[in-house]
């Protein structure tokens, strides 16, 4: 919910500072990994993006971008395998629309991620345009940005009728994640996050997911629980 807030700040923002500024959103997609690959993966996909970014044609019209990580699981195999994607939300300027020295077509950002990843294969990227200002339009940009700011991963991905392979996702899960951030931001709305002084999400205050001062009126008692590696279980 945080980051979903934050980042509705940083687009509201963006939008304001660039009124003719446009918005793409970006799907990258590889094939699926085992969990003892998963972090150098998604590693490797965080440099992918960055280098990207830098390529002449989508660096000519970009403003900024924020990018986050999603990871699915995929149980009908001995082993749980892992279908990891990254969501990228792209503020370009107008002239991206005008003419083929600016404008990328899905085949051509869909070479870039293959040129970025070293892939020998052709990998599944989706682009589409957003709309900014139609709230209820599936494309809309507040859309957008709860697509980019959800979870990384899904209960429902994780809980299955087989506890052992259940924990052994949590454990593979945990071990890849570790000290990833959900969200990365680039450009000008690194620079806006930086303007609106926002409090780092993964160290500040969780209560209160919005701007707006609120008061808590009820006595909260806070229960920490933490995972135990070798009981392969939770204790408080």
């Known amino acids: 919910m945080k980051q979903s807030n934050q980042l509705t700040q940083i687009l509201a923002e963006a939008v304001k500072q660039r009124k003719t500024g446009r918005f793409l959103f970006l799907t990258l997609t590889v094939e699926n990994t085992s969990g003892n690959q998963l972090k150098s993966e998604l590693r490797q996909m965080g440099r992918a993006i960055r280098d990207l970014m830098r390529y002449k044609k989508p660096a000519k019209n970009l403003l900024g971008y924020v990018r986050s990580t999603e990871v699915t699981v995929n149980h009908e195999v001995d082993q749980p395998m892992y279908h990891h994607h990254m969501h990228v939300l792209l503020f370009m300027k107008s002239s991206y629309f005008t003419g083929t020295d600016n404008y990328i077509s899905q085949a051509e950002w869909t070479g870039y991620w293959q040129r970025a990843m070293k892939l020998t294969y052709m990998p599944v990227v989706n682009v589409e345009a957003v709309k900014p200002n139609v709230n209820r339009h599936k494309n809309s940009l507040l859309a957008s940005a709860q697509e980019t700011a959800k979870y990384q991963v899904k209960s429902k991905d994780i809980l299955t009728n087989n506890p052992e392979q259940d924990l052994q996702v949590i454990?593979?899960?945990?071990q890849a994640l570790?000290?990833?951030?959900?969200?990365?931001?680039?450009?000008?709305?690194?620079?806006?996050r930086k303007q609106l002084q926002l409090e780092d999400v993964e160290n500040g205050d969780l209560i209160n997911t919005d701007s707006d001062d609120q008061k808590v009126d009820q006595v909260v008692r806070e229960i920490v629980a933490k995972w135990d590696y070798q009981r392969k279980n939770y204790f408080v």
């Open 178 to 192: 570790a000290g990833s951030r959900q969200i990365s931001y680039g450009g000008l709305l690194k620079e806006i």
């Open 171 to 174: 454990d593979d899960l945990e």
